[in-house]
């Protein structure tokens, strides 16, 4: 299993960014996606969860809600994030993850990207 992020970068407050996770080495149209962020020096923050399938149910965490949008491409192989109105205190590493199971089933997740940096500034 192996997932990629990319499309973080410093960006001035208020601006938008859209993150990609492509993914390989499993069958992703099976599996619940997540997107997890951590700050510097702070710990792990779920931010939103997308389910296996057609992907037609997300949740968020109440601090992005209205702000990210989490969708999938199963043809690509592909999840992102969808970020608007950034804010300095989404300056994080965001992470996605992979659960085991194909509907949303709490934080459960067994693989891991390294993760893409995005920087807010303002």
């Known amino acids: 299993v192996q997932l990629v992020e990319s499309g973080g970068g410093l960006v001035q407050a208020g601006g938008s960014l859209r993150l990609s996770c492509a993914a390989s080495g499993f069958l992703f149209s099976s599996y619940t996606l997540n997107w997890v962020r951590q700050a510097p020096g702070k710990g792990l923050e779920w931010v939103s969860s997308?389910?296996?399938?057609?992907?037609?149910?997300?949740t968020y965490a109440d601090s992005v809600k209205g702000r990210f949008t989490i969708s999938r491409d199963n043809a690509k192989n592909t999840l992102y994030l969808q970020i608007y109105s950034l804010k300095p205190e989404d300056t994080a590493v965001y992470y996605c993850?992979?659960?085991?199971?194909?509907?949303?089933?709490?934080?459960?997740?067994?693989?891991w990207g390294k993760g893409t940096l995005v920087t807010v500034s303002g």
């Open positions: 993850a992979k659960s085991p199971y194909t509907a949303i089933n709490g934080y459960a997740m067994d693989y």
């Open positions: 997308i389910n296996g399938y057609d992907g037609g149910s997300a």
